[in-house]
């Protein structure tokens, strides 16, 4: 079974830019995570979408959305990027959410310039 | 905010050695999960652990949960070169069925296994 593929895998963005990023679940899983990682803050909750809906959100602001489509792919949209955006963009799938197990992708590394 | 704070920070050992990092958290669970991380990378699930659990097995895995403690504890027997890596931990405190996946991670321990 094929895992969770994220793209691109790397990106270097100016400040002010926006960003998309994609990411493909495991086959048959309804659940996308997305997470950030950085040094200084470690893995942080960005939101989580189940079924094209919104479920959970982190402590984020605004600028940072996301959607989820019928096939339960997902993008992650960051706009007017920041220096302090530069991180590692992690999904996760999980066939219902919570209590099952979650399988993270590469990620996407961001670079905001 | 993180739930977790892992224990130690960083850990060095010879391989063949026994790795054990520890995990504690703050509010009621449903269930705490281990990942690896190798170099920046993606998370590679290890093993998930549910709240009515004590200690679970994997291959050289092994997990304990207590949760009157709020901790839990990851021991990688018989380390090789390959187990070099960051171990967290992270915490599926959701209450209600629909309440959906967001874990909340711990900092990691940096695990450094010497040929």
């Known amino acids: 079974k094929a895992g969770v593929t994220q793209t691109p895998r790397y990106l270097i963005k100016t400040r002010g830019q926006q960003v998309t990023l994609s990411c493909s679940p495991i086959s048959g899983h309804r659940s996308v995570s997305w997470y950030q990682q950085t040094p200084g803050q470690g893995l942080q909750f960005l939101f989580e979408?189940?079924?094209?809906?919104?479920?959970n959100k982190g402590n984020f602001p605004g600028r940072f959305s996301g959607r989820q489509f019928s096939n339960s792919r997902s993008e992650m949209n960051v706009s007017t990027l920041e220096l302090g955006d530069s991180a590692l963009y992690l999904c996760a799938s999980s066939l219902r959410g919570s209590a099952t197990e979650a399988f993270f992708g590469q990620g996407t590394r961001l670079t905001v310039v | 905010s993180q739930q977790g704070e892992e224990d130690p920070q960083a850990l060095s050992i010879q391989e063949g050695e026994n790795a054990t990092m520890n995990c504690s958290y703050k509010?009621?669970?449903?269930?705490l999960q281990w990942y690896r991380q190798n170099s920046g990378r993606g998370l590679v699930h290890l093993i998930l652990i549910r709240s009515n659990e004590r200690e679970k097995h994997s291959g050289r895995l092994r997990v304990t949960l207590d949760t009157s403690k709020k901790s839990s504890s990851l021991l990688i027997t018989a380390s090789r070169a390959a187990d070099t890596a960051s171990y967290f931990c992270?915490?599926?405190?959701?209450?209600?069925?629909?309440?959906?996946?967001?874990?909340?991670f711990g900092g990691g321990t940096r695990v450094l296994v010497k040929p």
């Open positions: 509010t009621s669970i449903n269930n």
């Open positions: 992270a915490t599926d405190a959701g209450m209600i069925k629909a309440a959906g996946n967001k874990l909340t």
């Open positions: 979408y189940f079924s094209e809906t919104q479920r």
